[in-house]
Nanobody, 121 residues
Framework: QVQLVESGGGLVQAGGSLRLSCAAS????????MGWFRQAPGKEREFVAA????????YYADSVKGRFTISRDNAKNTAYLQMNSLKPEDTAVYYC??????????????WGQGTQVTVSS
């Protein structure tokens, strides 16, 4: 089992920045692909970003490319999502995810509880 706890959400004005953190425990963190998903009110959950074990490969949804950056610190068992140039349409609950396989990048096994991000116009 892997336990994931997100933090760093909040209210920010459009154009602002937030950094989300995801603290992982339970298994060897460096073995897992870490990701972020989000779900806006009335919409389906969607993939945002993912990062391989070593951090050498990163994947992004088109809607966040150039604005969001995913990273990880294996020594701290923590993944991050730096969000810049935020837009009101980025408002959602953001979930941290983990999976041993990159093949399940869009259907990861482990999920955190989520953290709310609200961007005001």
């Amino acid at each position: 089992q892997v336990q994931l706890v997100e933090s760093g959400g909040g209210l920010v004005q459009a154009g602002g920045s937030l950094r989300l953190s995801c603290a992982a425990s339970g298994r060897t963190f460096s073995n897992y692909v870490m990701g972020w998903f989000r779900q806006a009110p009335g919409k389906e959950r969607e993939f945002v970003a993912a990062i391989r074990w070593s951090g050498d490969s990163r994947y992004y949804a088109d809607s966040v490319k150039g604005r969001f950056t995913i990273s990880r610190d294996n020594a701290k068992n923590t993944a991050y999502l730096q969000m810049n140039s935020l837009k009101p349409e980025d408002t959602a609950v953001y979930y941290c995810t983990a999976d041993i396989s990159l093949l399940r990048i869009e259907t990861p096994t482990y999920w955190g509880q989520g953290t709310q991000v609200t961007v005001s116009s």
